[in-house]
């Protein structure tokens, strides 16, 4: 399996998860996932920065659902280009690309309308909290570097330029500065 990277930004007391991600290099591309919100609804989809480690500028592909093999599109400078199927990557990425995916979700995430995570809930609040529709885990959040109005965590070694450069051209509401 290869080496997975992350990074997850978060307003304490704004709207909560900016965005979750995690990548992979794989050949001369970057490949994962990013959850986040876009007018205040939760969006996640699986990604691909097709030549990220080649001179010129990658082209970003994505899917439309959080779905590896359901359609993809291609963001133009005039709107996303739907991909032809199959899938823009290949079947066992797919599914490590999967796998990766649910390890960090139920390493980092949870989801507000689950039952099962009410005690997570109740401890969001009881750190004067609001609990979101996706939203950190409260035993992780001291992870996070506690900046005045975003905490941000980066995983040791990860490259902060691919999500930078991904944050430029991702759906979501939130940019990533350098």
């Not at 909560?16 to 939760?42: N, R, S, T």
């Not at 401890?123 to 506690?146: G, I, S, Y």
């Amino acid at each position: 399996m290869a080496q997975a990277h992350a990074h997850l930004g978060f307003a304490p007391r704004g709207v909560g998860l900016l965005y979750a991600m995690l990548w992979l290099e794989h050949e001369k591309d970057v490949l994962g996932w990013f959850i986040g919100d876009k007018d205040g609804e939760p969006i996640a989809a699986y990604f691909m920065l097709q030549g990220y480690y080649e001179a010129g500028a990658p082209r970003f592909l994505r899917t439309l659902q959080d779905n590896v093999f359901g359609p993809w599109v291609e963001a133009t400078s005039s709107g996303d280009a739907p991909r032809p199927q199959p899938a823009a990557v290949p079947e066992p990425i797919g599914h490590e690309l999967q796998q990766l995916q649910q390890e960090f979700s139920n390493h980092w995430l949870f989801f507000g309308d689950d039952p099962a995570r009410s005690a997570e809930a109740a401890a969001l609040v009881a750190r004067e909290l609001a609990v979101r529709r996706v939203n950190v885990r409260p035993e992780r959040l001291d992870k996070f570097h506690h900046g005045a109005a975003v905490w941000r965590y980066d995983a040791p070694g990860a490259d902060v330029h691919v999500l930078e450069r991904l944050s430029r051209l991702w759906p979501l509401d939130h940019r990533v500065a350098a």
